[in-house]
């Protein structure tokens, strides 16, 4: 029987060593009908340019210009060939059965647009991070992943449909992404899967938590553990995201609170901290949305790089 060809994704950036070891992982893989493709997004001396020799099986784009996670992984889509595509964090490392029961799920739910795995800490491999998420709290905007820092003791080995994927590890069928259309570019970092879940959901497609594939992933790698760059986008994306998403009553409620509330608050905190580079964040997040239109999209632009785009 023959398999379907899995496109396998990674943006990386600025971490060549991690994105090696991924891919080094992926010999671990019991289904062999797959592609990876690597997007550089443009990182400094062209950080992962040397990854070609090393793992010549892989389809290495560099970008002119850091395009953010989703527009990362838009560029890897402009040449994936695959019937299911695997968007998959660069800091994490596969187990053996992973895209095979991914496709298989997907094949057997046609309902089911995203498929998530369960999602364990590299650094403590029994402790879970993700194992499926309750939806967007209407008040705070923010979710609630079950299974979050609980033991792997065999409660999470279940299947089941979920509120919210996980960006880090999602497999989704090629036709569905060109019925939907790719993710948002101008979250650039955070909210971009749940935004795209939502456009998703308005079609009638469901997330579902795969407990029976599992994934390893090295936590906040990329970004740096509570940086004032991770402060600044999940401030101005949360923001966003209710600007986006949300309708009448639900929208002035969130928007609201999100604005006289947890702004003010979480600035003050950082304030009495002397964390100037966070307070500065959370207002620059305010002040962003306060200039920009919530459906615009960024002036650099994955679908405008065609020419510029270097493909080894």
């Not at 449909?161 to 570019?185: F, H, Q, V």
Request: hydrophobic share 40%; proline share 5%.
């Amino acid at each position: 029987m023959n398999q379907p060809l899995v496109s396998i994704i990674t943006v990386n950036y600025n971490q060549p060593e991690v994105t090696a070891a991924l891919l080094r992982s992926l010999s671990l893989l019991d289904y062999f009908n797959w592609e990876m493709i690597v997007v550089d997004n443009a990182s400094p001396q062209h950080s992962s340019a040397g990854l070609k020799k090393d793992f010549p099986f892989i389809t290495h784009i560099s970008c002119p210009f850091n395009l953010g996670f989703a527009g990362g992984n838009n560029v890897g889509l402009q040449v994936a060939k695959g019937d299911f595509v695997f968007f998959v964090n660069n800091d994490t490392e596969v187990t053996t059965e992973l895209v095979k029961v991914l496709v298989n799920y997907l094949q057997m739910h046609p309902g089911c647009a995203i498929a998530c795995p369960k999602i364990k800490y590299w650094v403590s491999p029994d402790i879970i991070q993700y194992a499926g998420a309750i939806g967007l709290h209407p008040l705070t905007s923010r979710s609630y992943d079950i299974g979050y820092l609980q033991k792997d003791d065999g409660r999470f080995n279940d299947c089941r449909e979920t509120d919210l994927p996980n960006g880090a590890a999602m497999m989704i069928p090629m036709p569905l992404i060109k019925k939907i259309g790719p993710m948002s570019e101008i979250f650039f970092l955070y909210y971009e899967e749940l935004d795209w879940v939502a456009r998703f959901k308005k079609e009638g497609y469901t997330t579902h938590y795969v407990g029976t594939a599992e994934i390893f992933h090295k936590d906040s790698i990329t970004t740096g553990k509570n940086s004032a760059f991770k402060t600044f986008y999940l401030y101005r994306n949360r923001f966003l995201y209710i600007r986006r998403n949300y309708k009448s009553v639900r929208k002035l409620v969130a928007a609201s609170f999100f604005v006289f509330v947890s702004i003010p608050m979480h600035m003050f905190k950082h304030l009495t901290k002397g964390e100037w580079d966070h307070f500065k964040g959370i207002w620059s997040a305010f002040m962003w949305n306060c200039r920009h239109k919530p459906f615009e999209e960024p002036a650099t632009h994955s679908s405008t790089l065609d020419s510029q785009l270097a493909i080894t």
